[in-house]
């Protein structure tokens, strides 16, 4: 990306469909996000579009523990590029 930008290329976040079911009532899942392609995307905006959830809200499931990527990364800034898992332990929805 930075070689299209450093030309005066304009670069963009690609307009995402999100495919999948919805997490099981108890919130128990393990969830592989996946793109072939390295985007400019973040994990956190993929897993609040999908569970609808504020950007407050998904940081304090990340912090007490209920959604955690499997490599340790942090997700509210690693990108989508391959294959990222994340284990859900617990309800999404309540506080």
Do not use: F, W, Y
């Amino acid at each position: 990306m930075g070689l299209l930008r450093a030309n005066g290329a304009a670069v963009r976040t690609p307009v995402l469909t999100i495919d999948g079911e919805d997490l099981p009532p108890d919130g128990s899942a393990e969830l592989h996000l996946a793109c072939p392609h390295p985007l400019n995307v973040t994990v956190s905006s993929i897993l609040r579009q999908k569970l609808s959830l504020s950007r407050r809200r998904l940081e304090q499931l990340i912090e007490n523990g209920t959604l955690k990527g499997t490599s340790g990364a942090d997700l509210m800034r690693q990108k989508l590029s391959g294959t990222v898992i994340v284990t859900v332990n617990g309800s999404v929805t309540g506080l």
